[in-house]
């Protein structure tokens, strides 16, 4: 019975609820439950503090993104602009959610080791860089599919092309695409006004694949128009460079390269070339039609 009671003393003089039928009734005692109070006041303080820290960071990317959207409220609001600007501003955010925990995560990812990013950055991204053509050709022997392709005997070239990927967002109607620039398309509808015809780019399309050619009248340099939210992978031709002069011993990797290459300017020679001889035709057949004249 002592010992309940000491509990049932201690739990409710440290939780700072004192009913007040179990007090003290000398100097001494009062000494003691003086003490009591001071260190049960610290150590329950120390646990409420704990536990909020821990309900307080559960959802701390949430709070952390309304923070976002109450200053940019605030910003749009100061400096006066128009309420269409403003939808499409707070659309952008909305849909960018997802691409801004991204970056929070590349943070992480760079203060990893090499070898921990490469195999980080390979496996998040694989989904997205084996639909690179020439990057197939790396990983897999002839016969066998990607799916099939062993994630630990990936070349290094493949992991450093993939930490070499750069994230980008555009929002609907903006036009972008550079010069020798490689797209990969992770979310969202793209358009392209492509010489044969119009064509639309889903998730998980790729084009640019020819950044590697030097000669403009080969690559395919049309811009596209974000249909909807867009999110992308690019790979710019100076970061490709960077990465292939670290692998510049590796001979196998200069082969198929090359051959790559070389497949991929002939072919585009060869659409080139017929289509100027098509349109050689067409401007000769107008030239050569009689014109008729009406008689007056």
């Given amino acids: 019975k002592q010992y309940v009671a000491a509990l049932y003393f201690a739990a409710y003089t440290m939780t700072s609820v004192g009913y ?9 005692e009062r000494i003691v439950c003086i003490l009591i109070l001071f260190i049960s006041g610290i150590i329950w303080a120390c646990v409420i503090g704990q536990v909020t820290g821990i ?3 559960l ?7 309304k923070a976002l959207m109450d200053n940019l409220n605030e910003m749009m609001r100061d400096r006066g602009l128009p309420w269409p600007v403003r939808k499409r501003v707070k659309t952008f955010f909305l849909s960018a959610r997802q691409a801004q925990r991204n970056e929070q995560q590349e943070l992480i990812l760079r203060r990893m080791s090499p070898f921990l990013q490469g195999e980080v950055a390979l496996r998040s991204n694989w989904q997205w860089v084996k639909k690179v053509s ?7 022997e002839p016969g066998t599919s990607v799916e099939s392709s062993d994630m630990t005997r990936i070349p290094y070239f493949v992991v450093d092309i993939s930490l070499a990927l750069e994230s980008a967002i555009f929002a609907q109607s903006e036009v972008f695409g550079a010069q020798q620039t490689l797209y990969i398309l992770k979310r969202g509808l793209a358009l ?9 780019f889903c998730a998980g399309d790729v084009w640019g694949e020819d950044f590697v ?14 249909v909807t939210y867009v999110e992308i992978f690019q790979l710019t031709f100076a970061s490709f460079i960077d990465v292939c002069r670290r692998h510049r011993s590796n001979k196998a990797l200069r082969r198929r390269l090359r051959q790559f290459v070389a ?12 289509r100027q001889r098509r349109l050689a035709e067409v401007v000769s057949a107008i030239s050569t039609e009689p014109i008729w004249q009406s008689d007056f």
């Fill in 59 to 65: 959802g701390a990317q949430e709070q952390e993104f």
């Fill in 134 to 140: 020439f990057i197939c050709n790396l990983v897999h």
């Fill in 213 to 226: 050619l030097s000669n403009d009248s080969l690559r395919d340099s049309q811009a596209r128009l974000a």
């Fill in 20 to 28: 007040g039928d179990v007090t003290p009734v000398n100097i001494l």
């Fill in 263 to 274: 497949r991929l300017s002939a072919r585009r020679a060869i659409l080139v070339e017929a």
């Fill in 192 to 200: 392209s006004g492509a010489r044969s015809g119009m064509r639309v």
């Fill in 55 to 57: 309900v307080s960071k």
